[in-house]
């Protein structure tokens, strides 16, 4: 179970990877040509609204990213200092309130997908739900990495992604 486990979040993260690279190349060309466009030209009226939702994607896609890899900011010196028993229990704790947060963050991703479906946006008339269903999404993410390294610490492996402290 620990194998399959661990090849959907190898192959989550081998999505995620370069669907963020790409996303930063495009977000660099968009802003690059507002630039350009601004000095050059007469603006293009599109470019700031697809920099901004990149941006929008790229962040919470790149937060998901960030967690399977455990790299978001922990504060770990007192964790570290507890004995083995006391770490898994705190480490599980922490790993819990994360994936709690995750899924009501989901939800209520999801509830204001719902809200902004009959939203469009002002220059390229996209429907904000498109725009913001990377909520969910990047929320569903994050809760399922964490299940799965609180799958990890229940049968004695420590937690491969931000829920590990070495």
């Known amino acids: ?23 930063m190349a ?7 040509a507002q630039i350009v466009s601004r000095v050059v030209f007469t603006a293009f009226g599109w470019t700031e609204e697809v920099a901004r939702f990149l941006l929008i994607w790229l962040t919470f896609l790149g937060a998901a990213l960030a967690w399977q890899q455990g790299r978001h ?5 007192l964790v570290e200092r507890l ?14 309130v994360v994936c709690g947060f995750a899924l009501a963050l989901a939800w209520l991703g ?46 004695g492996r420590p937690p491969e992604g931000q829920g590990g402290v070495t």
């Open 1 to 23: 179970m620990l194998r399959l486990l661990g090849a959907i979040d190898r192959a989550l993260a081998a999505i995620l990877k370069p669907l963020v690279a790409l996303g």
């Open 26 to 32: 495009a977000l660099i060309f968009v802003i690059t």
């Open 73 to 77: 900011i922990a504060v770990t010196v």
């Open 83 to 96: 004995p083995a028993g006391a770490r898994r229990w705190v480490q599980g704790a922490a790993l819990l």
């Open 110 to 155: 999801w509830s204001f997908m719902e809200v902004s479906a009959f939203q469009r946006s002002p220059s390229l008339r996209l429907r904000m739900a498109h725009v913001y269903a990377v909520i969910p999404v990047a929320a569903g993410l994050i809760a399922w990495f964490s299940l799965t390294d609180l799958v990890r610490l229940a049968v």
